[in-house]
């Protein structure tokens, strides 16, 4: 059974950081693309960040691009999210997702995703 757990949600003032990862389980995710998503309140899940499990080809939104970095530790089964120079619209719940296409990933058409970890950026 894959699971995908995220973590390191949090309160944080505008221009900080925070370190989100996700800890998937449950199969080999050689091959795969993960990546994150984030949904503020009354709006859409959008894709933020994606990363090739295998060769560590990034993909950023332009939203976050220079702000966020993706990276993945392949010995640990982990996807880290590092957010700095946060700005209060970067609030919303980040979710990690999983899957072997690309474009399913980033249309959000996932076939794993997690729980999602509460992000709060205080101006």
């Known amino acids: 059974q894959v699971q995908l757990v995220e973590s390191g949600g949090g309160l944080v003032q505008a221009g900080g950081s925070l370190r989100l990862s996700c800890a998937a389980s449950g199969r080999t995710f050689s091959g795969y693309f993960m990546g994150w998503f984030r949904q503020a309140p009354g709006k859409e899940r959008d894709f933020v960040a994606g990363?090739?499990?295998?060769?560590?080809?990034?993909n950023y939104s332009d939203s976050v691009k220079g702000r966020f970095t993706i990276s993945r530790d392949n010995a640990k089964n982990t996807v880290y999210l590092q957010m700095n120079s946060l700005k209060p619209e970067d609030t919303a719940v980040y979710y990690c997702a999983a899957d072997r296409g690309l474009y399913s990933l980033k249309t959000g058409l996932a076939g794993y995703w997690g729980q999602g970890t509460q992000v709060t950026v205080s101006s």
């Open positions: 990363i090739s499990w295998t060769y560590g080809i990034t």
